[in-house]
Structures are given as structure tokens and as C-alpha cells.
T-cell receptor, first 113, second 111 residues
Framework: NAGVTQTPKFQVLKTGQSMTLQCAQDMNHNSMYWYRQDPGMGLRLIYYSASEGTTDKGEVPNGYNVSRLNKREFSLRLESAAPSQTSVYFC????????????FGAGTRLSVL | RKEVEQDPGPFNVPEGATVAFNCTYSNSASQSFFWYRQDCRKEPKLLMSVYSSGNEDGRFTAQLNRASQYISLLIRDSKLSDSATYLCVVNRMDSSYKLIFGSGTRLLVRP
């Protein structure tokens, strides 16, 4: 059972470079989320997709874009990476109604130099 | 003020000890409550949901006090494997099913 799969696991970028973080879930969940986690800050919501075809901003959306490619996949794009985007990024999914329990991917550790 | 507040710890306890964590939330519209566990450099995983009447899962007991807007987690007979960060999480019951995470309380259980 794969659950939520994130790629890549690690990435180092130079300031100004772009990249896309991939997330896929095989649990047929409707809602998907992207978070970032920084020391002492907890998880902060970047963007979410309540259902296929919809996306909405979370708490810290600046500098990011997302695409809900289909029900399974939700990608996060950094168009021009900045050192402030150095963080651990987690993707999560939930089947609405199932007590809203979110299942997380293993994370992507991103460093922007 | 953060919407969900936790004491960051660390709580350093010997094996076999009982330890309790508290968490406060500011939004009275919060409807669902959870404790997640996060091991170092790993993803958060659900430990238990928190119900109004309180609930127990083995050595773990969760309590909710809606009037005072706080949630607690009690761990009895601590094991070395309980060492982790415990995240308090609340959900405002709107169509987005967004979860609000506390910053976490770190627990270290020593031999």
C-alpha cells in the first residue's frame, strides 16, 4: 500500500531556479494539501485542493503554484526559488467525511542556496 | 497569537513515567481534534482522535474541554519508543477540511 508518494525526497536548488514537487495518492481521496514545516513553526498550509479541479490558497501561498492534475496527483511548483523557501514540504490527502484524518507523504527536503 | 498553542518542551522523563501535554485552541468554531505523532525527520502520523467524552487507546488518553478550549494527552508507562514530537491538531468544520497544526511538544523518554 503506497498511500501518499512524494518525489523527490531531497533537492538542492540555486536561487532563481524552478522546480516541481510531485505528489500522488492511491487511496481515492478527494482532498489534497501541501504544507511546509520549518523549525519551531509547525506545519503551515501552502495550498489545498478540496476536490479534483479546484485549488485554493492556504496560509503561506506566496512564491508557489499548484496543479491538481487529476484525482490522484497534486503538484507544487516553485517558479523562482528563494532561500526563504528552504524547508521540508509535506503532501497530504484526506477522504472528506472520514473524520478528516489526513495521511502524509514522507516529505521533500528542499534547500535553496 | 497562534490558533493552536503547545508547550514546545522538551519533556524529559524516565521510562515508566506518566506525562501529560496540553494544547489550547483559539477558534471556538473548531469541530474536530486530533493528536498526531511525528518522529524526527519523518511525516506526521495520526496517534488518536479526541472525542468530547474523552477516549483511551492503550497507554494513551485524550481529553477535550470545549468550555476552556483545551485538549490534553496523557501517556502512561512511557516507553523509549514514545520519544517523538506530539502535534495538537484542530479542524474547523468547513468545506475545505483544513487542519490547523500546533508547533508540537517534544518528548524524550530516557532509560
Amino acid at each position: 500500500n503506497a498511500g501518499v508518494t512524494q518525489t523527490p525526497k531531497f533537492q538542492v536548488l540555486k536561487t532563481g531556479q524552478s522546480m516541481t514537487l510531485q505528489c500522488a495518492q492511491d487511496m481515492n481521496h478527494n482532498s489534497m494539501y501541501w504544507y511546509r514545516q520549518d523549525p519551531g513553526m509547525g506545519l503551515r498550509l501552502i495550498y489545498y485542493s478540496a476536490s479534483e479541479g479546484t485549488t485554493d490558497k492556504g496560509e503561506v501561498p506566496n512564491g508557489y503554484n499548484v496543479s491538481r492534475l487529476n484525482k490522484r496527483e497534486f503538484s507544487l511548483r516553485l517558479e523562482s526559488a528563494a532561500p526563504s523557501q528552504t524547508s521540508v514540504y509535506f503532501c497530504a490527502s484526506v477522504q472528506a467525511g472520514a473524520k478528516n484524518i489526513q495521511y502524509f507523504g514522507a516529505g521533500t527536503r528542499l534547500s535553496v542556496l | 497569537r497562534k490558533e493552536v498553542e503547545q508547550d514546545p518542551g522538551p519533556f524529559n522523563v524516565p521510562e515508566g513515567a506518566t506525562v501529560a501535554f496540553n494544547c489550547t485552541y483559539s477558534n471556538s468554531a473548531s469541530q474536530s481534534f486530533f493528536w498526531y505523532r511525528q518522529d524526527c525527520r519523518k511525516e506526521p502520523k495520526l496517534l488518536m482522535s479526541v472525542y468530547s467524552s474523552g477516549n483511551e487507546d492503550g497507554r494513551f488518553t485524550a481529553q477535550l474541554n470545549r468550555a476552556s478550549q483545551y485538549i490534553s494527552l496523557l501517556i502512561r508507562d512511557s516507553k523509549l519508543s514514545d520519544s517523538a514530537t506530539y502535534l495538537c491538531v484542530v479542524n474547523r468544520m468547513d468545506s475545505s477540511y483544513k487542519l490547523i497544526f500546533g508547533s508540537g511538544t517534544r518528548l524524550l523518554v530516557r532509560p
